[in-house]
T-cell receptor, first 117, second 113 residues
Framework: AQSVAQPEDQVNVAEGNPLTVKCTYS??????LFWYVQYPNRGLQFLLK??????LVKGSYGFEAEFNKSQTSFHLKKPSALVSDSALYFC???????????????FGKGTKLSVIP | NAGVMQNPRHLVRRRGQEARLRCSPM?????VYWYRQLPEEGLKFMVY????????ESGMPKERFSAEFPKEGPSILRIQQVVRGDSAAYFC???????????FGSGTRLTVV
């Protein structure tokens, strides 16, 4: 079974400061990893994904994430936070194998990011 | 390309009524997935369908819930005899292949009163 943990329910950061939203995962095989953002009463918007290759993945709106296999982590980062980044962020994992985990996305519970002006 | 279209955006049903949620996948996508988001929780997988086939319904409650993806028309998630605990946001996603990249719709927010 695969799982995702987002240890922080809420992250507060001042505008202009760097931000980090944490994510750790567990899969039986090798993972595909994703970050999505959800604005109030909206659907999920794709931010970035790790498939293979460079451990530092760059995505939309200046976000990036670093895949760390030994720590089974995929933390989301941004060098300078904007007030408009305030939203709910979800980390998700999918297995590379051939079973159900290969098409089911398993999500964390989400982290609410508040960027304070 | 209109993306994944879900309707209605908001749906209010009284206890015991039926809810029908519709999802039109992106053009060229033949794989559809339904997820449910309960308040204060992440999304949970419900069902995976291809045209006219249910591939995996392991996340669907055993009773009252059903899904279909007919040869023509949208995918339908049907909830019979709704209860307050069914109140949630239901998201549909589509992909061009079973392990391809997902695109999510904006969701249907079901409120059972």
């Amino acid at each position: 079974a695969q799982s995702v943990a987002q240890p922080e329910d809420q992250v507060n950061v001042a505008e202009g400061n760097p931000l980090t939203v944490k994510c750790t995962y567990s899969v039986s095989g090798n993972p595909y990893l994703f970050w999505y953002v959800q604005y109030p009463n909206r659907g999920l918007q794709f931010l970035l994904k790790y498939i293979t290759g460079d451990n530092l993945v760059k995505g939309s709106y200046g976000f990036e994430a670093e895949f760390n296999k030994s720590q089974t982590s995929f933390h989301l980062k941004k060098p300078s936070a904007l007030v408009s980044d305030s939203a709910l962020y979800f980390c998700a994992v999918r297995d590379r194998g051939s079973g159900a985990g290969s098409y089911q996305l398993t999500f964390g519970k989400g982290t609410k990011l508040s960027v304070i002006p | 390309n209109a993306g994944v279209m879900q309707n209605p955006r908001h749906l209010v049903r009284r206890r015991g009524q039926e809810a029908r949620l519709r999802c039109s996948p992106m053009k060229g996508h033949s794989h559809v997935y339904w997820y449910r988001q309960l308040p204060e929780e992440g999304l949970k997988f419900m069902v995976y369908l291809q045209k006219e086939n249910i591939i995996d319904e392991s996340g669907m409650p055993k009773e009252r819930f059903s899904a279909e993806f007919p040869k023509e028309g949208p995918s339908i998630l049907r909830i019979q005899q709704v209860v307050r605990g069914d109140s949630a946001a239901y998201f549909c996603a589509s992909s061009p292949e079973g392990r391809g990249g997902y695109t999510f719709g904006s969701g249907t927010r079901l409120t059972v009163v």
